[in-house]
């Protein structure tokens, strides 16, 4: 599986962006789909991940009421809608994938077998 995040940039505080994950190669309802994120001098951290096929969701705690998870199997595309930005939201943000979804959703980047590159948001306050 192959991936390519885009859709970062700089907004202010209180703005909203939208990231892009195009998934290539071979995938199964039974893929779980994740972002992460880091920050300069900051471990990778976990922000939300869905299962390909199904309505399953989960999220980091600061992230939860301001980012949306979702998919289009058709386009085979995964998102991620960033409302209310803070500028601790500040980071390169990394989609990634694993075979297996497990209960609670994997949260740890070790779970995650593929990673695209990175696409930087940076909000300003």
């Known amino acids: 599986v192959q991936l390519q995040a885009s859709g970062g940039g700089l907004v202010q505080a209180g703005g909203s962006l939208t990231l892009s994950c195009v998934v290539s190669?071979?995938?199964?309802?039974?893929?779980?789909m994740g972002w992460f994120r880091q920050a300069p001098g900051k471990e990778r951290e976990f922000v939300a991940a869905?299962?390909?096929?199904?309505?399953?969701?989960v999220y980091e705690d600061s992230v939860k009421g301001r980012f949306t998870i979702s998919r289009n199997n058709a386009k085979n595309t995964m998102y991620l809608q960033m409302n209310e930005l803070r500028p601790e939201d500040t980071a390169g943000y990394y989609c990634?994938?694993?075979?297996?979804?497990?209960?609670?959703?994997?949260?740890?980047?070790?779970?995650?077998?593929?990673w695209g590159q990175g696409t930087q948001v940076t909000v300003s306050s």
């Open positions: 990634s994938s694993r075979v297996g979804w497990v209960a609670g959703g994997p949260r740890r980047s070790a779970e995650y077998t593929d």
């Open positions: 190669g071979r995938t199964s309802s039974n893929y779980a």
């Open positions: 869905l299962k390909w096929g199904g309505s399953i969701t």
